[in-house]
């Protein structure tokens, strides 16, 4: 019986994402930082760091256009955890809009392709939805993005 509230103050613990002293948000960094590298160094990925703390993988660079950070894109993709859970995913055509109307880890990700090219984003919380909770994405989650430019529009 002690342990069936185990999982109970786990979901507590983990789902408030603000310091309780100062309110602010609480920094995933280092924890985001350890489960991206171990979910490259267990999948076997050949991932590259950027400055800001995005992982990336290109699997193929492409051969068209390489977009800015202020182009409009056609992408498909499909968005999951580290553990595997889809929570997102276009459909083969992909979808289109700006890199400046989504996470910062796709502004920044996409235009390491050229169109046609196709890869993997690992994608910190800060650079993704951050400490909050958002639109059924914990917060302090870190995301995975198997993407594939399209277009640049």
């Known amino acids: 019986m002690k342990y069936a509230l185990m999982p109970f103050l786990f979901l507590f613990f983990y789902s408030c994402n603000t310091d309780k002293k100062t309110d602010q948000p609480i920094d995933f960094t280092e924890q985001n930082e350890k489960e991206i590298t171990t979910y ?5 990925l050949n991932a590259q760091r950027s400055s800001t703390g995005l992982y990336y993988v290109i699997d193929e660079l492409g051969t068209g256009v390489q977009p800015n950070a202020n182009s ?12 595997g859970s889809v929570f997102d995913q276009s459909d083969a055509e992909g979808i ?6 989504v ?12 169109e046609g090219g196709n890869g993997i984003l690992l994608v910190p919380s ?10 059924g994405i914990p917060g302090g989650s870190v995301l995975v993005f198997d993407v594939r430019l399209i277009e640049v529009n």
Do not use: C, M, P
């Not at 409009?72 to 553990?83: H, I, L, M, R, S």
């Open 96 to 101: 289109s809009f700006g890199l400046q109307q």
């Open 40 to 44: 490259i160094s267990t999948h076997g």
């Open 126 to 135: 800060h650079l993704g939805y951050g400490s909050f909770d958002t639109r």
């Open 103 to 114: 996470i910062k880890g796709w502004t920044e990700g996409i235009a390491y392709f050229k």
């Open 72 to 83: 409009n894109v056609t992408v498909a993709y499909k968005g999951y955890y580290t553990d």
